[in-house]
């Protein structure tokens, strides 16, 4: 990922979410064997799988 552009994300969320997100790194580390995980890189995979969903389901509608 390293060799790949990146762009700085600012945004507010609420801290209930920020917990959330702390909470989902800290699983990340726990249960992942790359070492330091970082949170960008955590919102990353969650935003490459929800949008792999959503064009799974979205291929899913079209045939039907």
């Known amino acids: ?3 790949q552009t990146r762009v700085q994300l600012n945004l507010r ?3 209930e979410t ?3 997100l702390d909470e989902i790194v800290e699983f ?3 249960h ?3 070492g330091r995980v ?3 890189d955590v919102l990353t995979d969650i935003i490459e799988k929800a949008h792999a969903s959503m064009l799974k ?3 899913f509608n079209k045939q039907f």
């Open 18 to 20: 920020i917990l959330k």
């Open 1 to 3: 990922m390293s060799d």
């Open 13 to 15: 969320v609420p801290k």
């Open 28 to 30: 990340y580390q726990e």
């Open 38 to 40: 970082y949170k960008g």
């Open 57 to 59: 389901q979205s291929h």
């Open 32 to 34: 992942t064997k790359f």
